[in-house]
C-alpha cells in the first residue's frame, strides 16, 4: 500500500486495557502519527493484514491471543516479519496473570521467562 505524501506512518496499538489504548492514541495522533487500534492479537492480526503498518505497539498479556503468540506468528510470516514491534507489559500484573491461566495457557515454554522475571523483580 503507497501512502500519500503527508500521511503519517501507522503505529498499530494492540491492547486490552481502554485507558492505555486511549492515552496512546492522543499521544500519537498530536505527534502526526497514525493510530490503529486493536484490543487483541486476533484483531490485531485483522489490522496488519489491512493495513500497511510501520510500527506495533504490542501489549503481552491479551485475551483472545497473547502477545507472545501474535510476535511468533508475525515473525515466522515473510510479509511481516520486518515490522518493528514494541512489546509492553505491566510485569507484575503479568506474572500474577500468567500464573491464575498456567493450566489452560499453550505457552508452556514461557514458563521459564516468568519465572526468570520473577527472579529479577524480587532481587
Known amino acids: 500500500m503507497r501512502r500519500e505524501p503527508g500521511e503519517g506512518k501507522k503505529i498499530l496499538c494492540i491492547d486490552d486495557s481502554p485507558d492505555f489504548v486511549t492515552f496512546l492514541r492522543v499521544l500519537l495522533e498530536d505527534n502526526g502519527y497514525q493510530p490503529i487500534i486493536a484490543h487483541d492479537g486476533r484483531e490485531g492480526l485483522q489490522k496488519i493484514e489491512e493495513n500497511d503498518i510501520d510500527l506495533i505497539v504490542l ?26 514491534i514494541l ?37
Open 59 to 84: 501489549d503481552v498479556m491479551m485475551p483472545r491471543k497473547t502477545g507472545f503468540v501474535l510476535f511468533k506468528e508475525l515473525k515466522k510470516k515473510d510479509e511481516y516479519k520486518d515490522i518493528p
Open 87 to 123: 512489546m509492553l507489559t505491566g510485569v507484575a500484573a503479568s506474572l500474577s496473570e500468567l500464573d491464575e491461566r498456567k493450566e489452560d495457557t499453550f505457552e508452556r515454554p514461557y514458563d521459564s521467562l516468568r519465572e526468570s522475571l520473577r527472579k529479577a523483580i524480587q532481587e
